[in-house]
């Protein structure tokens, strides 16, 4: 007979809580196989496993998404341009239903309204494949890990590789946005060092009185 896990092993290998599966079990979808002399639920990692392909054939992701994304307002004509070259493309492939997502920020910047809404359909696996026209539309840099992420989730990520899309003057504002993240991070350790400074001085000349008074 297969060996047993524990609720809170389950619970990590599904990516949920352990209130999560106690609901599970009173709505009849994962019963555990066995439970202890204390009650408590056990699981085996071949029903984990089973349960996880059952959720993922479950909610296949179906969102087809084109992304376009420019720094500034100022660059609004490249913005259009990405559009344009995205619907080209995607009336050539016969896609239907394509979403098209604009968004005017930096790709240094991880906090972008449409961008993170995008992350997060990807992770509740609602986006079958994502369209851009070059990869530093979706992030200047890190490319790699978002792809990795999206793949994971059952997004396929397409490239059209328009390097003509990724203006010389948009590199240099993120150039500038790295140094002045660097520069700003030097600026608050010379802070520290000196306020770490100004206390030693403190303590020592906190010891040097204690020693006269004795």
Same mark, same amino acid.
């Given at each position: 007979?297969?060996?047993?896990?524990?609720?809170?092993?389950?619970?990590?290998?599904? =990516?949920?809580?352990?209130?999560?599966?106690?609901?599970?079990?009173?709505?009849?979808?994962?019963?555990?196989?066995?439970?202890?002399?204390?009650?408590?639920?056990?699981?085996?990692?071949?029903?984990?496993?089973?349960?996880?392909?059952?959720?993922?054939?479950?909610?296949?992701?179906?969102?087809?998404?084109?992304?376009?994304?420019?720094?500034?307002?100022?660059?609004?004509?490249?913005?259009?341009?990405?559009?344009?070259?995205?619907?080209?493309?995607?009336? *050539?492939?016969?896609? *239907?239903?394509?979403?098209?997502?604009?968004?005017?920020?930096?790709?240094?910047?991880?906090?972008?309204?449409?961008?993170?809404?995008?992350?997060?359909?990807?992770?509740?696996?609602?986006?079958?494949?994502?369209?851009?026209?070059?990869?530093?539309?979706?992030?200047?840099?890190?490319?790699?890990?978002?792809?990795?992420?999206?793949?994971?989730?059952?997004?396929?990520?397409?490239?059209?590789?328009?390097?003509?899309?990724?203006?010389?003057?948009?590199?240099?504002?993120?150039?500038?946005?790295?140094?002045?993240?660097?520069?700003?991070?030097?600026? =608050?350790?010379?802070?520290?060092?000196?306020?770490?400074?100004?206390?030693?001085?403190?303590?020592?000349?906190?010891?040097?009185?204690?020693?006269?008074?004795?």
């Amino acid at each position: 007979m297969e060996s047993t896990i524990s609720t809170g092993k389950a619970a990590k290998l599904l =990516g949920v809580s352990v209130k999560t599966l106690q609901r599970w079990e009173r709505e009849g979808r994962l019963i555990p196989v066995a439970r202890t002399d204390s009650n408590r639920r056990l699981y085996t990692e071949t029903q984990v496993r089973e349960f996880i392909g059952l959720r993922q054939a479950n909610h296949a992701p179906t969102k087809l998404v084109a992304y376009c994304r420019v720094s500034s307002a100022a660059q609004k004509p490249d913005l259009a341009n990405q559009r344009k070259v995205l619907e080209e493309f995607v009336v *050539a492939k016969g896609l *239907a239903g394509v979403e098209f997502i604009e968004e005017v920020g930096g790709g240094l910047n991880f906090r972008r309204k449409r961008f993170l809404a995008l992350m997060d359909e990807i992770g509740r696996r609602e986006v079958r494949m994502l369209i851009l026209a070059h990869r530093d539309r979706l992030t200047r840099f890190g490319f790699e890990w978002f792809e990795h992420y999206a793949q994971t989730h059952g997004c396929e990520v397409l490239v059209l590789n328009q390097e003509r899309l990724s203006p010389e003057q948009e590199m240099v504002q993120d150039l500038m946005t790295i140094v002045h993240c660097f520069s700003s991070r030097l600026y =608050g350790l010379r802070n520290y060092r000196k306020k770490l400074n100004e206390a030693l001085k403190q303590d020592v000349n906190d010891v040097k009185k204690a020693q006269q008074c004795n």
